[in-house]
């Protein structure tokens, strides 16, 4: 069982930057791979960046490539989402979610955090 807590998110202005954090309690966080995602109003949730047990892969959606930036810290039990450049379309409910496997969709995914609220202002 693994638990997630995201946070770090909040309102801020387009361009501006900010870092999510996700800690995870519960046993061998250091063998998940780690996704996080968004979903926003009206919207299905999507995927954003992943990242393997080891940190030696990590992917992103085409719309957050050069802008996000996912790592771990597995000493830490975290793993984190590094947001430069931010747009009002990045505006979304943020999650993070465990699975053994890395994946880009959100299903199959074992566990998933509350959520941390992200809004960008123009």
């Known amino acids: 069982q693994v638990q997630l807590v995201e946070s770090g998110g909040g309102l801020v202005q387009a361009g501006d930057s900010l870092r999510l954090s996700c800690a995870a309690s519960g046993r061998d966080f250091s063998s998940y791979a780690m996704g996080w995602f968004r979903q926003a109003p009206g919207k299905e949730r999507e995927f954003v960046a992943a990242?393997?047990?080891?940190?030696?892969?990590?992917d992103y959606a085409e719309s957050v490539k050069g802008r996000f930036t996912i790592f771990r810290d597995n000493a830490k039990n975290t793993v984190y989402l590094q947001m430069y450049s931010l747009k009002p379309e990045d505006t979304a409910v943020y999650s993070c979610a465990a699975n053994r496997v890395i994946r880009m969709t959100p299903t199959g995914y074992e566990y998933w955090g509350q959520g941390t609220q992200v809004t960008v202002s123009s």
């Open positions: 990242i393997s047990w080891n940190g030696a892969r990590s």
